[in-house]
């Protein structure tokens, strides 16, 4: 019960030649990733341009989106105590 089970909802990178989403961490251990805040939605590719400014039909307006990402330990007890976040993520289309 000493170690944590770091867990990203929605997120991956890459550590030691692998693409993860967890990674184990002893009390006396860090690390840090590269990566970026996930989309909150993913267009299918035939209508990903749609949103944009050029493509849109006239007189439609920008919306803006909002997603919310669990990070926590995996560890049951630990997340159950509070170990436990989100990552808020923004998106505006158009």
Known sequence: MVWHNFHPHAQRWTFADATVDVRSLSPAESFVVETLA????????AIEKTPRA?????????????????VHC?????MAGGLAGVVRSHQTYG
């Open 38 to 45: 996930p989309p909150v939605i993913k267009l299918p590719h």
């Open 54 to 70: 050029a493509h849109r039909p006239h007189g439609a307006k920008p919306y803006k989106l909002r997603g919310d990402f669990l």
């Open 74 to 78: 995996h560890i049951e007890p630990h």
